[in-house]
């Protein structure tokens, strides 16, 4: 069984950064895969970054390419989301997504994809 634990989040002013953590508890080996997704008001949840543990493999949605940063901590089993001047577009809940089965075609985008989720941290930005 594997456990993830988003923290972090919080009400920051347009520009600021702030990184957010998801703590992964349970077996991480082969090719596990996680990934961040976020839900805004009244919105569909979408696709932010996701990696392999290996490290091999990233992604990241357009839409945050470039100001937004995945990584991950194997020693501390934690994967990391680095927002870098966020805006009040970013402001949503976060969520940690990971998967066991995370293979070479594996669709980062589909929240169908992934079989563990954490419970997710609000992340608001002021304008």
């Known amino acids: 069984q594997v456990r993830l634990e988003e923290s972090g989040g919080r009400f920051v002013q347009n520009g600021d950064s702030l990184r957010l953590s998801c703590a992964i508890s349970g077996r991480t080996f082969g090719n596990f895969v996680v990934a961040w997704f976020r839900r805004g008001p009244g919105k569909e949840p979408e696709f932010v970054a996701g990696?392999?543990?290996?490290?091999?493999?990233?992604s990241y949605a357009e839409l945050t390419k470039g100001r937004f940063t995945i990584s991950k901590d194997n020693a501390k089993n934690t994967v990391y989301l680095q927002l870098n001047s966020p805006k009040p577009a970013d402001t949503a809940v976060y969520y940690c997504?990971?998967?066991?089965?995370?293979?070479?075609?594996?669709?980062?985008?589909?929240?169908?994809?992934?079989?563990?989720w954490g419970q997710g941290t609000q992340v608001s930005v002021s304008s």
């Open positions: 997504a990971a998967d066991p089965n995370g293979s070479d075609d594996f669709s980062w985008s589909k929240t169908s994809e992934y079989l563990y």
């Open positions: 990696t392999s543990w290996s490290g091999t493999r990233t």
